[in-house]
């Protein structure tokens, strides 16, 4: 599990001194991940290294939006103004957001057959 986490953290590591060079344009944790995932799919690394990791990351997913919880409820204030705003933004990129990931999919498993 060791090698595992150190492979996580190598490639979080990375995304964000890439992400400082180029001034923050796109967060590191997103540049570790597009790394991470490029490595496992091009079979640099062997998924087996940091499948241990990540199922254990996965299971305990709800420990990660604590922080955000919190956050949330500090600008609750903020909140209450935009709320309007904020649903729309958030029901049309969900709705993005799940369309991609089908288009990736289904283009992912065609390549498979």
Not at 8 to 16: D, N
Not at 43 to 67: E, L
Not at 93 to 107: C, D, F, G, H, R
Request: proline share 2%.
């Amino acid at each position: 599990m060791i090698k595992g986490v150190f492979i996580i953290l190598l490639f979080y590591f990375l995304g964000e001194a890439i992400s400082f060079f180029i001034k923050g344009f796109i967060p590191g944790n997103i540049i570790g991940m597009i790394l991470l995932f490029l490595s496992l799919y091009f079979k640099i690394f062997d998924s087996d290294k940091v499948k241990d990791v990540a199922t254990a990351f996965t299971r305990n997913m709800a420990i990660f939006f604590i922080p955000a919880g919190a956050g949330l409820l500090g600008s609750y204030g903020l909140i209450s103004q935009f709320w309007m705003s904020i649903l729309i933004v958030c029901s049309i990129s969900t709705v993005l957001v799940i369309a991609v990931v089908a288009l990736i999919q289904q283009k992912m498993e065609g390549n498979k057959k």
